[in-house]
């Protein structure tokens, strides 16, 4: 079981910028492929980035392509998405999730691949 909480949401005004943060409970943390997800209401859950277990692969959106980086630190059982150059319609609830299953994650991985999810965090982005 694992457990995922994430911060470093908030509001920001256009072409601010904003560091997610989403801390994983339990010792196998660099054995799960991790992925941001976003969700606005009325629409479906949609893919941000992923990163592999290691770290060395990482896909991205077309949508934040060049504005957002994934990364990991094992040893702080953390995953990040930096956020650059933030857009009106970057607003959303946004989730980290985990997956155990041992696949080559990317952009078209399907939304239930992902074992574990956050409860997520708000992030606004003002015109």
């Known amino acids: 079981q694992v457990q995922l909480v994430e911060s470093g949401g908030g509001l920001v005004q256009t072409g601010g910028s904003l560091r997610l943060s989403c801390a994983a409970s339990g010792r196998t943390f660099s054995s799960y492929g991790m992925g941001w997800f976003r969700q606005t209401p009325g629409k479906e859950r949609e893919f941000v980035a992923c990163?592999?277990?290691?770290?060395?692969?990482?896909y991205y959106a077309n949508s934040v392509k060049g504005r957002f980086t994934i990364s990991r630190d094992n040893a702080k059982n953390t995953v990040y998405l930096q956020m650059n150059s933030l857009k009106p319609e970057d607003t959303a609830v946004y989730y980290c999730a985990a997956t155990y299953l041992r696949i080559t994650l990317s952009e078209s991985t399907p939304t239930n691949v992902y074992n574990y999810w956050g409860q997520g965090i708000q992030v606004t982005v003002s015109s």
């Open positions: 990163i592999s277990r290691g770290g060395s692969s990482t």
